[in-house]
């Protein structure tokens, strides 16, 4: 039981105590593999004491301490299966840590191969390392994050990188030192809109609230009280470079910061974050800053370490790289207002561009390296465009997606109250006959029949790191406080109802693709029908609305699904790569199809579905009536955007709900 619940630490111990008195258990072997790993930590020189420390979510039970498990060489130690912070010293040596990670991947119901876990650590000497930097070995690199903007494999020497970004404390000394004023610090032209300026022009847009040469957001040249331990924001490239060249230091080329961030970690099936492979049904809480209100400590949140030791390379704040891709900057790793998923995407940002989601952290190479460590600019993307489908093959593919109006057979099941709505979980017969499972939220205090909005999740949903009713609280709670309904349904592949066990996501040119496609529609449309029984609701004010993988998705599901009245896209975005999709469940062929007003939401510099190459195509892709809204900003806008952008159009369409 312990095991299914997937307390691995408490059911290994207890497995440990079984096997004293029955040490041949069938039962009991069967099982161990899923609970236990073996451990091999060897040193260079041996002989360094190692600890690890145990990931809980509440920080306790007694593999939450950090405990000496021996010195090295140590070979097929078994241990709990779990996430980890490894530690080795030596005297005379730098400390090195690490997260380590040794829970079996699952996909679905099925689980994935874990190989024992082998580390292998040459110490430094402690004075060949820079305070507060980790050493990244050298080696042949290329990017495999889900936007790398190249496929070029570059050589990096080996180079220290700080483990903490800047902190407001850090960048206090650079400006004490007249880091502003010394020349010598700034090393780069300054191209302001295509243009080159002098220094002294460049210095005017490097002011805090003072008029003071210092971040944006201070204030007399000081940071905010109680936020010395805080990442600097709210700089431009320019400074982050100059505050680096201080340091004797630069800023990490794109491969140096993935390297440092994940060394190569991907698969195509699951999230890969920092500290190892995300689990359907696991969240990013205490190990990465994401979906937040700020900023944390830069030394907070030691589970999420990179295999390096390198601190909140997911999260916190966006951090600036060396490389050019265009006339703009790259960003890496997301930040405190992003969903998880965006620490496997690249920004874009022009250089005197300054946010409090930007910080930094600096590299130091060695002086013999070779190479420019993958510091060219990148090469900029090109721009697609696509052709319209006929309204025959339209007419076609939309055969695919018809269904039987059966008995819904719908029950709700349970209902919880809150000051502001009523939130109901509805079972209904889906696809398949299987039973699905839908939300509807009724604000309190509004007249009924309610304006309706019909959402579909972000990807943080679709791979399993939030719950479906967290994402509609979280984003949509200004529209149901402003008097409108929000109804939502579970789809195949969600927390609630995961995949078969031995599931693969099917090609995206297969038939199994436009099967499970047809699958999410009927869910889809299934609870629609639902839903117009629902004499609370207002069904002739239905709207669609999307974020980022749900307004992908939603340009399918508009274009199969005639009810709508209308459509809001928040962070949408057709992929070049849908071209090869099987045209009866590619998106780009729905899209032009919808007729519907829609709205469109788009970050200026997002960076999971780039506005110029993801977004604009697009556009111009849907038919009239349409409307496009750019904010500045990256993937997510904020929840004050958001809400001012949606509530204000649903007033346009359907007028203010009526209290």
Same mark, same amino acid.
């Given at each position: 039981?312990?095991?299914r619940?997937?307390?691995?630490?408490?059911?290994?111990? @207890?497995a440990?105590?079984i &096997?004293?008195?029955?040490p041949?258990?069938e039962?009991?072997?069967k099982l161990?593999p899923t609970?236990s790993?073996?451990l091999t930590?060897n040193?260079?020189?041996?002989?360094a004491r190692?600890?690890?420390k145990?990931?809980?979510?509440?920080?306790?039970?007694k593999?939450?301490?950090?405990?000496?498990i021996?010195?090295?060489p140590?070979?097929n130690?078994?241990i709990a299966r779990g996430?980890?912070v @490894?530690?080795?010293e030596?005297?005379g040596?730098? %400390?090195?840590?690490?997260?380590?990670s040794d829970?079996?991947?699952?996909?679905?119901?099925s689980?994935i191969e874990?190989?024992?876990v082998k580390?292998e650590?040459?110490l430094?000497?402690a004075?060949?390392v820079?305070?507060r930097m980790?050493f990244?070995p050298?080696?042949?690199?290329s990017?495999?994050?889900?936007?790398r903007?190249?496929?070029?494999?570059?050589?990096?020497?080996?180079?220290?990188i700080?483990?903490?970004?800047?902190?407001?404390k850090d960048?206090k000394?650079?400006?004490?030192?007249?880091?502003y004023q010394k020349?010598?610090?700034?090393?780069f032209?300054?191209v302001?809109?295509?243009k080159?300026?002098?220094f002294?022009e460049?210095?005017k847009?490097?002011?805090?609230?003072?008029?003071?040469?210092?971040p944006?957001?201070? #204030?007399?040249?000081?940071?905010?009280?109680?936020k010395?331990?805080?990442?600097?924001?709210d700089i431009t490239?320019?400074?982050a470079?100059?505050?680096?060249?201080?340091?004797?230091?630069? @800023?990490p080329?794109?491969?140096?910061w993935e390297?440092?961030?994940?060394?190569?970690?991907?698969?195509?099936?699951?999230?890969?974050?920092?500290w190892?492979f995300? *689990?359907?049904?696991?969240?990013t809480n205490?190990r990465?800053n994401f979906?937040?209100s700020?900023?944390m400590?830069?030394?907070?949140?030691?589970f999420?370490?990179?295999?390096?030791g390198?601190?909140?390379m997911?999260?916190?704040?966006?951090?600036?790289c060396?490389?050019r891709?265009?006339? %703009?900057?790259?960003?890496?790793?997301?930040?405190?207002n992003?969903?998880?998923?965006s620490f496997?995407d690249?920004g874009?940002?022009p250089?005197?561009?300054?946010?409090?989601?930007?910080?930094? *952290?600096c590299?130091?190479?060695?002086p013999d390296?070779?190479g420019?460590q993958?510091?060219e600019?990148?090469p900029p993307?090109q721009i697609?465009v696509?052709?319209?489908s006929s309204?025959?093959e339209y007419?076609?593919?939309?055969?695919?997606?018809?269904?039987?109006?059966k008995?819904?057979?719908?029950?709700?099941?349970?209902?919880?109250?809150?000051?502001?709505w #009523?939130?109901?979980k509805?079972?209904? %017969?889906?696809?398949?006959?299987e039973?699905?499972?839908?939300?509807?939220?009724l604000?309190k205090n509004y007249?009924?029949?309610l304006q309706?909005?019909?959402?579909?999740?972000?990807?943080?949903v679709?791979a399993?790191?939030?719950?479906l009713?967290?994402?509609?609280?979280?984003f949509?709670?200004p529209?149901?406080?402003?008097?409108?309904?929000v109804?939502t349904?579970v789809?195949?592949?969600y927390n609630q109802?995961?995949f078969?066990?031995?599931?693969?996501?099917p090609?995206?040119t297969t038939?199994?693709?436009?099967?499970q496609?047809v699958?999410?529609m009927t869910d889809?449309r *299934?609870?629609?029908?639902?839903?117009e029984t629902r #004499?609370e609701?207002d069904f002739?004010?239905?709207t669609?609305l999307g974020?980022?993988?749900g307004?992908?998705l939603?340009?399918l599901?508009i274009?199969v699904?005639k009810?709508?009245?209308?459509?809001?896209?928040?962070?949408v975005g057709?992929?070049?790569?849908?071209?090869?999709?099987?045209p009866e469940?590619n998106?780009?062929?729905?899209?032009?199809?919808? *007729?519907m007003p829609?709205?469109?939401?788009?970050?200026?510099?997002d960076?999971?579905?780039p506005?110029?190459t993801?977004?604009?195509?697009l556009? %111009?892709l849907?038919?009239?009536?349409?409307?496009?809204?750019?904010?500045?900003?990256?993937?997510?806008?904020?929840?004050?955007?958001?809400?001012?952008?949606?509530n204000?159009?649903?007033?346009? &369409?359907?007028?203010a709900?009526a209290?």
């Amino acid at each position: 039981e312990l095991a299914r619940a997937d307390k691995n630490f408490e059911a290994y111990d @207890l497995a440990l105590e079984i &096997r004293k008195y029955l040490p041949d258990d069938e039962a009991l072997n069967k099982l161990m593999p899923t609970l236990s790993n073996t451990l091999t930590v060897n040193s260079k020189p041996s002989g360094a004491r190692v600890y690890l420390k145990g990931y809980s979510p509440d920080g306790k039970g007694k593999h939450a301490e950090r405990q000496l498990i021996g010195e090295t060489p140590i070979e097929n130690l078994s241990i709990a299966r779990g996430q980890y912070v @490894l530690q080795i010293e030596k005297d005379g040596f730098a %400390k090195f840590e690490r997260t380590i990670s040794d829970v079996i991947p699952r996909i679905g119901g099925s689980f994935i191969e874990s190989p024992p876990v082998k580390i292998e650590v040459n110490l430094l000497e402690a004075g060949q390392v820079p305070d507060r930097m980790a050493f990244v070995p050298n080696g042949e690199y290329s990017l495999v994050n889900w936007s790398r903007p190249t496929q070029k494999q570059v050589h990096l020497d080996g180079f220290f990188i700080d483990k903490y970004e800047v902190s407001n404390k850090d960048f206090k000394e650079f400006i004490t030192a007249g880091g502003y004023q010394k020349k010598e610090f700034w090393q780069f032209p300054f191209v302001r809109e295509g243009k080159e300026i002098s220094f002294e022009e460049a210095l005017k847009a490097f002011k805090d609230r003072t008029g003071l040469s210092a971040p944006r957001a201070w #204030t007399n040249q000081n940071y905010p009280e109680g936020k010395a331990d805080y990442p600097v924001t709210d700089i431009t490239w320019y400074e982050a470079a100059a505050y680096a060249a201080f340091r004797g230091k630069q @800023l990490p080329t794109v491969f140096q910061w993935e390297k440092a961030a994940r060394d190569g970690a991907f698969d195509p099936r699951y999230n890969a974050m920092p500290w190892g492979f995300i *689990r359907q049904g696991e969240t990013t809480n205490n190990r990465a800053n994401f979906g937040n209100s700020g900023a944390m400590p830069v030394e907070s949140l030691e589970f999420g370490m990179s295999p390096y030791g390198v601190y909140n390379m997911a999260g916190n704040v966006a951090e600036w790289c060396f490389n050019r891709s265009g006339n %703009k900057f790259v960003t890496s790793g997301g930040a405190w207002n992003d969903l998880p998923y965006s620490f496997g995407d690249y920004g874009e940002y022009p250089g005197f561009n300054s946010y409090d989601k930007l910080g930094f *952290r600096c590299v130091l190479n060695s002086p013999d390296a070779k190479g420019d460590q993958g510091s060219e600019p990148l090469p900029p993307p090109q721009i697609p465009v696509y052709k319209p489908s006929s309204e025959a093959e339209y007419k076609t593919w939309l055969m695919h997606y018809d269904y039987d109006k059966k008995p819904l057979q719908a029950q709700i099941i349970e209902t919880q109250e809150t000051e502001a709505w #009523t939130r109901e979980k509805i079972t209904f %017969k889906g696809e398949n006959d299987e039973q699905a499972i839908a939300y509807l939220y009724l604000p309190k205090n509004y007249a009924r029949p309610l304006q309706v909005v019909h959402y579909l999740p972000p990807g943080d949903v679709v791979a399993g790191l939030r719950y479906l009713p967290d994402s509609v609280e979280m984003f949509l709670t200004p529209v149901l406080k402003s008097g409108r309904a929000v109804f939502t349904v579970v789809l195949k592949g969600y927390n609630q109802r995961p995949f078969p066990p031995n599931y693969l996501p099917p090609e995206r040119t297969t038939v199994e693709f436009r099967k499970q496609a047809v699958n999410w529609m009927t869910d889809l449309r *299934r609870g629609l029908d639902y839903l117009e029984t629902r #004499t609370e609701v207002d069904f002739k004010k239905l709207t669609f609305l999307g974020i980022s993988n749900g307004a992908n998705l939603g340009l399918l599901t508009i274009g199969v699904e005639k009810r709508y009245n209308s459509a809001v896209f928040i962070g949408v975005g057709v992929d070049p790569e849908w071209q090869n999709w099987i045209p009866e469940a590619n998106f780009i062929n729905f899209a032009p199809h919808a *007729r519907m007003p829609k709205l469109l939401v788009h970050g200026k510099y997002d960076e999971t579905h780039p506005l110029a190459t993801f977004l604009e195509p697009l556009y %111009k892709l849907m038919s009239e009536p349409k409307k496009l809204v750019i904010y500045d900003g990256g993937h997510i806008p904020t929840i004050e955007f958001l809400a001012t952008s949606v509530n204000g159009w649903l007033d346009e &369409r359907h007028g203010a709900p009526a209290k």
